[in-house]
């Protein structure tokens, strides 16, 4: 696709000149910018319902890279000290192989950076008000990094 339109990936080229790629070709095709055999890692996007799911294939080398760059970013946010952390999801979205996908990656990736976490919704996705609010009270006293995804807030 990009040799047809006259792409040349050896030249350096400014970000605005690189083609953009529709996310539905994710969708439709494997994709792969490292040889399969190099594949250590498969993240899926959610899909909504009847809709197929976007896959990303990591070597490892692009997965050390996906990680030292999650850390440089959120870091310059959240300082170089961890904190006590609450998750909006249920802890159900990392036991679960067919929900494991980016979002739990995303939760995965981010939980470096807390120490202490809860989950605040169970596994019906109900929220859990009493441990949020003892969480709370027995960090008073700390920062709190609260992480979810938007459509889950």
Request: proline share 3%; no cysteine.
């Amino acid at each position: 696709m990009l040799d047809a339109l006259g792409y040349k990936h050896k030249r350096q080229h400014h970000y605005s000149e690189i083609p953009f790629l529709p996310v539905r070709l994710f969708k439709m095709f494997d994709l792969y910018s490292v040889p399969k055999g190099d594949i250590v890692k498969t993240m899926t996007s959610s899909g909504t319902s009847g809709q197929n799911v976007s896959k990303i294939f990591l070597d490892k080398e692009t997965a050390l890279n996906q990680s030292k760059a999650l850390t440089k970013i959120v870091s310059t946010y959240l300082g170089s000290k961890r904190t006590p952390m609450i998750i909006i999801d249920s802890p159900a979205v990392l036991k679960n192989r067919k929900m494991f996908s980016a979002r739990g990656a995303g939760i995965l990736g981010f939980s470096i950076f807390g120490t202490k976490r809860i989950y605040a919704l169970d596994e019906n996705m109900e929220l859990k008000v009493d441990d949020i609010l003892a969480f709370m009270q027995q960090n008073e006293n700390n920062r709190i990094f609260i992480f979810g995804f938007t459509f889950m807030i």
